[in-house]
């Protein structure tokens, strides 16, 4: 079986969120001796590119509308990665220092067209084309119905939804900008008005996943205006927890922390990998240390963290330490409550690989209040690295995250994005470190918890199976 993926992010590659994480690691948990997963992504003007050598594989060109682009395949000259991946370089559009920005439209339907016309160059075509998020959900309705892609139709295809709130609209003034299709379908396309790439694929897919059970239930409900096609095709959608890549986030090898460990040694570790985050950002060692990462954004319930941390930091029980970038305002009320809390708090906003797994393995808790929360690998993450998840129960934090309260229990949970309720979960999280025993028990227990992609690699296969 011959696997593809396509998608617009892939660790190390490229990474804006999750879907780098995961698309970086599927392929290699699912090729053996008769699978083969393979990468397609776009060729991007980054410090991965920059810092490695390519050859071309192949040449075109493709038109988009009446335009036409030239293009190329590329491929790494050193293998550096345990699949193989290609780049699609269409130079005028793809060829940025960001990954998503202005233009979007027109970059990654180059992207899927440049993708697909390579695709029916190959001698034997794929057994499965799987397509992440809405930066490559016109392929399901291009490989259904245009024209130039007919020999594809046979072709098995997923889309996996990453995050539903995000869906690639346009305007169907740029529809000739599509391959051409059978214009009678020309309302597969459409949702509410709008060419909705999402919606577009949802349709057209032979299978749709989402990255957890709770988050494809609660897509039903609340799906930023897809709710009803949702429930429509809830006969071929499925959720499938992501698992995280233990070749990469292990406590035992990580090259980027300060000191690693293993479950023998997690006190010392966390020791040495905390006191390097409390020297560096002035922060208090005796006291716990509370830690989010990741985008300042709604969905996150970003907006409330500069209250949420001011009520918790003037109570004086914990240290906060924030990693991320996002929303300029909040980003800058962030930045103001350092000079209030010095010794407490700081911020560093930007983006930072290394940063994230020495905050990850010194932390003593990780702050995760979502509104929404697809799968959330962040949790999964300090789970692995004996950080106590605190988090709103919604999404894949539901599944993932049990109470202390509860039988078996391990982490903070809440049920509301609230400021009340983040400050509240805090509290009893200062609580839980103040009870030495039961707090280093908690975080044995964690570090061993499964989540690696074995099980939700084979998940996968059994789904291309049953749909082909
Ligand atoms: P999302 O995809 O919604 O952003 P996920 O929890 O699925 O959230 O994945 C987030 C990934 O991005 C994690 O690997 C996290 O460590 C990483 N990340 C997010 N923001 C930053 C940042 N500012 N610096 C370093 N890593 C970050």
Not at 115 to 136: E, F, K, M, R, S
Request: aromatic fraction near 12%.
């Amino acid at each position: 079986m011959n696997i593809i993926h396509i998608s617009a992010e892939c660790y190390p590659v490229a990474k804006v969120g999750g879907l780098a994480d995961v698309v970086g690691a599927l392929p290699k948990y699912q090729s053996n001796s008769t699978i083969k997963a393979q990468v397609i992504m776009p060729f991007y003007d980054n410090k991965f590119t920059q810092e490695n050598t390519f050859s071309t594989i192949y040449e075109s060109e493709l038109s988009i509308g009446d335009d036409l682009y030239n293009f190329r395949i590329l491929v790494l000259k050193e293998k550096l990665l345990d699949f193989d991946i290609f780049f699609v370089d269409v130079s005028e559009l793809l060829f940025k220092d960001y990954v998503y920005s202005f233009n979007d439209t027109e970059r990654f339907l180059s992207f899927q067209i440049a993708a697909l016309d390579w695709l029916l160059t190959w001698d034997a075509y794929p057994n499965v084309i799987h397509c992440h998020d809405h930066h490559t959900g016109l392929i399901p309705f291009m490989l259904q119905e245009s024209d130039k892609y007919e020999a594809f139709r046979k072709i098995p295809n997923v889309l996996t939804i990453h995050n539903a709130q995000y869906q690639g609209w346009f305007s169907h003034d740029k529809v000739n900008l599509i391959p051409a299709f059978n214009f009678n379908n020309v309302g597969l396309l459409d949702w509410n008005g709008q060419i909705n790439p999402l919606a577009a694929a949802i349709k057209c897919a032979w299978g749709v996943t989402t990255v957890s059970p709770s988050y494809m239930e609660e897509l039903k409900t609340n799906a930023n205006g897809l709710e009803d096609l949702l429930s429509a095709e809830s006969s071929k959608c499925f959720g499938v927890l992501n698992g995280i890549d233990w070749k990469i986030w292990n406590t035992k090898t990580d090259t980027y922390v300060k000191k690693t460990y293993t479950t023998k040694t997690i006190a010392a570790g966390k020791k040495a990998n905390k006191k390097y985050l409390c020297d560096t950002f002035n922060l208090d060692i005796d006291k716990p240390l509370f830690a989010f990462i990741g985008r300042l954004v709604g969905e996150k319930g970003s907006d409330l963290f500069p209250e949420a941390f001011k009520n918790s930091l003037e109570k004086g029980g914990a240290n906060i330490l924030l990693l991320g970038s996002g929303n300029d305002e909040v980003e800058a009320e962030l930045e103001k409550l350092k000079v209030q809390f010095e010794g407490v708090y700081n911020a560093f906003i930007g983006y930072d690989e290394t940063l994230s797994h020495i905050i990850y393995a010194g932390a003593d808790f990780l702050l995760m209040p979502s509104r929404v929360e697809p799968c959330g690998l962040n949790q999964m993450y300090s789970l692995r690295y004996g950080t106590i998840p605190v988090v709103r129960s919604i999404g894949g934090l539901k599944d993932t995250v049990i109470d202390i309260s509860e039988e078996g229990g391990f982490g903070i949970c809440h049920e509301n994005t609230e400021v009340s309720e983040i400050n509240t979960a805090i509290d009893r999280g200062v609580e839980l470190y103040k009870k030495k025993t039961k707090f280093y028990k908690i975080r044995k227990q964690i570090i061993e918890i499964d989540h690696s992609w074995d099980a939700s690699a084979q998940e996968y296969i059994n789904l291309y199976k049953s749909i082909n």
